[in-house]
């Protein structure tokens, strides 16, 4: 199957940038499309951006367009997420996500099968 490792998380000042990593291991056919989600304390698991593994389609959710860049390193087996423009708001842990049957519109939690162990984003105001 797929297991998802993610890294870059950290501490940064608003307007500051950070890179999330997600190094990504299994076959490509169940991991088709990767995503990023984030969620805060006491609210619920929310859909950042996602990217299809062949052609590189992407999706972002509208309060990130503009600011957050995701794409892949198909040799690395690599998923990023730049952040760029950081608000306080953009303050939670942020986890890697895999399905093998969405396309980079799925912003549904459900749909994705595999999921990372979380790296901490704080931004600070």
């Known amino acids: 199957q797929v297991q998802l490792v993610e890294s870059g998380g950290g501490l940064v000042q608003a307007g500051g940038s950070l890179r999330l990593a997600c190094a990504a291991s299994g076959p490509t056919f169940v991991r088709s499309t990767m995503a990023w989600f984030r969620q805060a304390p006491g609210k619920e698991r929310e859909f950042v951006a996602a990217?299809?593994?062949?052609?590189?389609?992407?999706h972002y959710t509208d309060s990130v367009k503009g600011r957050f860049t995701i794409s892949r390193d198909e040799t690395k087996n690599t998923a990023y997420l730049q952040m760029n423009s950081l608000k306080p708001e953009d303050t939670a842990v942020y986890y890697c996500a895999a399905c093998r049957t969405c396309n980079p519109a799925t912003t549904t939690v459900g749909w994705y099968a595999y999921w990372g162990q979380g790296t901490q984003v704080t931004v600070s105001s």
């Open positions: 990217i299809r593994w062949s052609g590189g389609s992407t």
